[in-house]
């Protein structure tokens, strides 16, 4: 069609309005676009640590010394490799920036200039973390855990007053920190290499019976004075403390069971380069096949001052005599079930 003169001021007009009407939906919708157009990504390449112990510099590691006697080997303690990493990238200039990736990285969002890089694994069940929004006061806790017929152990001091938090063992945990990262805006996406470091660990704990543990049907126990947070930049524990609630399996010579830690309170610490000072005490509450509750306490503060970063707890000597064993009590055989979980009331027998 030919466009007469009479048509070309109306089609200006048109034209003029319909990108006025363009520029303002534009600004509607993408209204953060300075700072989306800043934006660039690194490609992340992630490993991680695996190891469930860290010996203190002059205290020997169990893989060095490890019994055959424990029936297990060293590497089965090990954690497994993480299901996914969380990045946060806070910015010198700007909003932090999070992405989500599978465990062996992937490509992660960043504002362009300077940023502190914090990693942790997020595919925890446990684990709370704080204060995110600040790479130095991040840190993680775990969930509180109850048990009605759990009183506190006479043979613990704790360190401040008041009832001492009762807590989860926590999942396992890897981190890392990097102070300063420059992400460029290049074509072609750089690679940056990691390895995340553990933040929790194992003690592998044994309640050697001298006799009577054929009496029992099932078993759990305490640790107490231990960390009750770590923080995520540099793997140090906060001074709070806490006492890990868990499960023991029931073994033909006693009681064992594998207890996750954030470790020792307040450490590294630079008056000391081993355990907090303190004590640490642990528990054990079996409940016999015929329904009696006997409930053992024991002193581990030697144990644990060259063990702030998991380890290996033995207690021994523990007996249950016959006639604890002989008497009568729920009249039924124990088992997982009739224990109940730890937030139930437990019946005194």
Same mark, same amino acid.
């Given at each position: ?7 070309? %001021? ?32 690194? &490609? ?18 169990? &893989?060095?010394?490890? %019994? ?45 200039? &300077? ?119 540099? $793997? ?26 954030? $470790? ?22 079996? &409940? ?19 063990? %702030? ?41």
């Amino acid at each position: 069609m030919k466009l007469t003169n009479s048509y070309i %001021p109306a089609l200006a007009a048109g034209l003029a309005l319909m990108a006025a009407a363009s520029s303002c939906d534009h600004k509607g919708l993408c209204f953060d676009h300075d700072t989306h157009a800043l934006r660039a990504r690194t &490609r992340l390449d992630v490993s991680y640590n695996l190891q469930w112990e860290a010996a203190p510099d002059g205290s020997p590691s169990w &893989r060095d010394r490890w %019994p055959a006697s424990y029936g297990m080997t060293y590497q089965s303690l090990l954690p497994a490799v993480p299901q996914g990493v969380c990045v946060n990238a806070y910015p010198e200039e700007g909003k932090a920036v999070t992405t989500h990736l599978p465990a062996a990285g992937g490509e992660a969002e960043m504002v362009a200039g &300077r940023n502190s890089l914090l990693f942790y694994n997020d595919d925890t069940e446990y684990i709370i973390f704080d204060d995110v929004n600040n790479s130095v006061s991040a840190k993680a806790t775990t969930r509180t855990r109850s048990r009605s017929s759990y009183a506190g152990n006479p043979l613990y001091t704790s360190r401040t007053e008041g009832d001492e938090r009762t807590v989860t063992p926590p999942d396992p945990l890897f981190g890392h920190y990097m102070p300063q990262y420059d992400q460029q805006r290049l074509t072609e996406i750089p690679t940056l290499s990691v390895t995340l470091q553990p933040l929790v660990f194992s003690y592998l704990v044994r309640y050697e019976f001298d006799r009577g543990v054929e009496h029992v049907g099932v078993a759990r126990g305490a640790l107490a004075g231990m960390a009750e947070s770590v923080y995520l930049h540099d $793997g140090h524990t906060g001074t709070e403390h806490a006492t890990i609630l868990y499960d023991c399996t029931v073994e033909p010579w006693g009681i064992q069971a594998v207890v996750n830690s954030f $470790g020792v309170p307040d450490y590294p610490n630079p008056d000391y380069t081993r355990a907090a000072p303190g004590s640490y005490a642990l528990n054990l509450e079996v &409940r016999l096949r015929n329904g009696r509750i006997l409930t053992f306490n024991f002193d581990i503060t030697e144990q644990m001052k060259s063990q %702030p970063h998991g380890g290996v707890i033995v207690v021994d000597g523990i007996e249950i005599p016959d006639d604890e064993a002989d008497q009568s009590g729920s009249g039924f055989d124990v088992s997982i079930d009739s224990w109940g979980e730890y937030e139930d009331i437990m019946i005194t027998l």
